[in-house]
């Protein structure tokens, strides 16, 4: 099975200052990245994916991700954040090994400061 | 299209009792996975059902099961609970083909006493 580490569990932030949420996956053959944000007492939301072709993946609310298949991680970064991305971020990996089945990261727990 | 609905948004039983939470997929969705969130262990993968057959299973007890019924609604039932159920359930629907994306629903908070 697939394992996720997600590096930083919590994270400070002014706002308008860039942010890093580093992940770390298990090797894998073949495999499939997602994050996902949580907002408090919500479930989770899609927030970008990588399932094969460019690298760099694009998402909703201008974050962006890069999948290093040499460095097995997947970082999601963003330029400048709000105050309203103030959130929990989750880390999903998944590969057809264990048919596509989503193993999460423990979290990171963004704040956003003005 | 509409969202997937979880009900109730939040239980609370006590130790002993059984009980049982609803998911209504996406339209047109097949597969329906069930995820328990807790503070201490994160999120952890209970079970998948895809057209009515459960087709993955993650490491909990038997006191864990689910169904799924032909219109792809699932439900999760939890018997003789213990204080440590007390979690976020969620559910998450997708098309069930490949690595696709899934969807989760808001939850439904179990608080047990």
């Known amino acids: 099975a697939q394992s996720v580490t997600q590096l930083d569990s919590q994270v400070p932030v002014f706002e308008e200052a860039p942010v890093e949420l580093r992940c770390n996956y298990s090797s894998s053959v073949s495999v499939y990245l997602f994050w996902y944000v949580q907002y408090p007492n919500q479930g989770l939301q899609l927030l970008l994916k990588?399932?094969?072709?460019?690298?760099l993946v694009k998402g909703i609310n201008g974050f962006e991700a890069e999948f290093n298949k040499s460095q097995t991680s997947f970082h999601l970064r963003k330029p400048s954040v709000h105050i309203s991305d103030t959130a929990e971020y989750f880390c999903?990996?998944?590969?057809?090994?264990?048919?596509?089945?989503?193993?999460f990261g423990a979290g990171t727990t963004v704040t956003v400061r003005a | 299209k509409a969202g997937v609905t979880q009900t109730p948004r939040y239980l609370i039983k006590t130790r002993g009792q059984q009980v049982t939470l609803s998911c209504s997929p996406i339209?047109?969705?097949?597969?329906v996975s069930w995820y328990q969130q807790t503070p201490g262990q994160g999120l952890q993968f209970l079970f998948e059902?895809?057209?009515?057959?459960?087709?993955n299973k993650g490491n909990f007890p038997g006191r864990f099961s689910g169904r799924q019924f032909s219109n792809s609604r699932s439900e999760m039932n939890v018997s003789t609970l213990e204080l440590g159920d007390s979690a976020l359930y969620l559910c998450?629907?997708?098309?069930?083909?490949?690595?696709?994306?899934?969807?989760f629903g808001p939850g439904t908070r179990l608080t047990v006493l």
């Open positions: 339209s047109g969705h097949r597969s």
């Open positions: 059902y895809f057209s009515e057959t459960q087709r």
């Open positions: 990588y399932l094969s072709g460019s690298t």
């Open positions: 998450a629907s997708s098309d069930g083909q490949g690595p696709d994306t899934q969807y």
């Open positions: 999903a990996v998944s590969d057809q090994l264990d048919d596509y089945k989503l193993s």
